[in-house]
T-cell receptor, first 119, second 107 residues
């Protein structure tokens, strides 16, 4: 079964840091691009970041660029999101998401999410 | 950044109805448009990619159309399990962007 399991969320004060992890199983992790998407309470979906297969190419939303860093460890089938200088507006459920194989960017497998609360 | 605008923000419908949701992109995105369904307390699910291609396992009552800047998601014969929030997403360029969502509610 294809599965993504996030961890690392929690309560942190403004200006603090969190490191999110996402354990992948059931597919060849190193074959796929990966994303982080977040959803604030009662709000819509917001793309945060993506990384290519070998970690050599990364992209970020303007709202997190310079504060967040996406990385991956293909030997451990794990995706990470290091979040620094956190703000109240970063409070959200953070989803680890697989990029659907193909020419363009869609998201076909979602983890259950981990909640980051900045307060 | 490409803005994605959905309409309506919410729609009330009955089981068996045909429901249409539209999504407009602020720039031309060819057919690089996806649709997602999110039920309360659940994670999003990809329904449609490349504007009109049905994701594996998605019922055929869901269909998508459009290209360029204007897109449509249609649900033919709404079922009780279809009451949810639907999001469009452009897959053309980064940053990837979603519409604000359309909530399909029971009339």
């Amino acid at each position: 079964e294809v599965q993504l399991v996030e961890s690392g969320g929690g309560l942190v004060q403004p200006g603090g840091s969190l490191r999110l992890s996402c354990a992948a199983s059931g597919f060849i992790f190193s074959d796929d691009w990966m994303h982080w998407v977040r959803q604030a309470p009662g709000k819509g979906l917001v793309w945060v970041s993506r990384i290519n297969r070998d970690g050599s190419s990364k992209a970020y939303a303007d709202s997190v660029r310079g504060r967040f860093n996406i990385s991956r460890d293909n030997a451990r089938n794990t995706l990470f999101l290091q979040m620094n200088s956190l703000r109240a507006e970063d409070t959200a459920v953070y989803y680890c998401v697989r990029d659907r194989p193909g020419d363009n960017f869609y998201m076909d497998v979602w983890g259950k999410g981990t909640t980051a609360t900045v307060s | 950044d490409i803005q994605m605008i959905q309409s309506p923000s919410s729609v009330s419908a009955s089981v068996g109805d045909r429901v249409t949701i539209t999504c407009r992109a602020s720039q031309h995105i060819s057919s690089w448009l996806g649709w997602y369904q999110q039920k309360p307390g659940q994670v999003p699910r990809l329904l449609i990619y490349d504007a009109s291609s049905l994701e594996s396992g998605v019922p055929s009552r869901f269909s998508g159309s459009g290209s360029g800047t204007d897109f449509t998601l249609t649900i033919n014969g709404l079922q009780s399990e279809d009451f949810a929030t639907y999001y469009c997403q452009q897959g053309s360029s980064f940053p990837l962007t979603f519409g604000q969502g359309t909530k399909v509610e029971i009339k």
